[in-house]
DNA sequence: CTATCATATGAACATATATTCATTTGTTTG
DNA sequence: CAAACAAATGAATATATGTTCATATGATAG
């Protein structure tokens, strides 16, 4: 058998207005993806651990090198990541560049995260 | 000039104190890892919008598709993965499979992480 | 100014992953 | 049982992404 266009419940919804009524409660497209792009930057277990670490309070890039047992490259290619996304912020001094959490949102974040994996 | 191994901050740590203490510190591994898995699932804008639509009650497998505007299949693969995670459960009824969210924390990080990019 | 060190960046490569297409499974109804 | 339909699955493909290597930038010390 062939495969139509869209073949799925037919033209006539199983329950059309359902997915109209939620179709309307559901946050922009941008909005989502926006949303999506945040957690990805939580989805990579380097990046976990770096903002685990930062719980803690500010580390230079070589001690988290040190720490998650990758080249200082990865690490710096990582906070520049959670830079972006404004889940860590920095100060200079010197040389040597010292990295903390932007806020507690990170922290709650990781413990609903965490919450839920432990259950 | 060449790289050497590990040039970075040279043998003698710049804080080793304070990289030993967070080392002590971080959860195993294994956890870390765990839980990055668990917020790639929310890193696809597919997969949070399928979320954000079960906010609002269960739906068929075909209501959600038509609501993200893809395939049924696509559907189906990501609904697996969110099975998987135990972030959704599903009831059948006839030949209709409805989902619905597995409980509240999948809420609780979905509303963390709006706060954070709505700031 | 030159050397050295901490960090950042660019390019390349390898891996992971989301979607599509085709097909299968499971259920209901004639 | 056969047809029809909702959902699930497997294979293939295309894209995204994390790491490494090499190099660049920026800062301090001699």
Chains 1, 2 share one sequence.
Request: hydrophobic share 40%; net charge negative; aromatic share 6%.
């Amino acid at each position: 058998m062939e495969q139509r266009d869209l073949p799925c419940c037919e033209e006539n919804l199983i329950h059309s207005d359902a997915v109209e009524r939620v179709r309307g409660l559901l946050p922009r497209d941008e909005t989502l993806y926006d949303l999506a792009e945040l957690f990805k930057i939580f989805g990579d277990s380097t990046r976990v651990k770096i903002l685990y670490a930062l719980l803690e309070g500010e580390l230079c890039v070589c001690d988290i090198a040190k720490l998650m047992e990758v080249t200082q490259s990865a690490v710096s290619h990582q906070l520049r990541v959670l830079k972006t996304s404004k889940l860590v912020k920095f100060r200079r001094e010197g040389k040597t560049v010292y990295y903390s959490l932007a806020d507690e949102h990170v922290t709650r974040i990781l413990s609903q995260g965490m919450e839920h994996i432990q259950e």
